[in-house]
């Protein structure tokens, strides 16, 4: 009977504890990256990364299947020396060693004009953002050092006798401008 109270208590004391757990846990959540977070030349690196890798296993399948049918032809087209890849490997050591060079080779030559075409697409897009009317500012007259006050009651007096014969002759042509004297 003592045995049996005490697993009894043991269970439901477990039990308490795991579902009070998460009440006094802390949140885990990760947060989301920020666009700032990592500078643009650990992300170039870590592109170039993923883009070598990535292209790895495709570059050596054609790589082999390339050597292979060279060795084919070298070997006057033998049917021994046929390419096949799905066969097990008749390659030497020293065949695999530089297939597998090869193909390293040719992954980061991939990796490096993805690379080269980011930066060119990058400086693209920095010259046209320089060139957007979206970086332009106006600054009222009053707060430009710059701006100088132009009286217009001189030039109106000047041109008050010309107005006047515009605004009576209805006859005038206004594809034309009239001469202003001076």
Known sequence: MRKSKLILKIVLFSLFINIATPLFAEDTTAEPY?????????KDLRRFEIVSLGSLPFVTINTSLVYSTIRYGKHGFSQEYAPNPFAVSTYTAEEQREILLTSLGISIGIGLTDYIIQLIKRSKKNKQKELEREDLYVIPLSEDPNASL???????????????EIETNQDTNFDEVPEVEE
């Not at 001189?154 to 008050?160: D, I, L, R, T, Y």
């Open 150 to 164: 132009i009286d217009f009651s001189k030039a109106v007096e000047k041109n008050s006798n010309s107005e006047s």
């Open 34 to 42: 920020k666009k700032d977070e990592f500078p643009q030349g650990l």
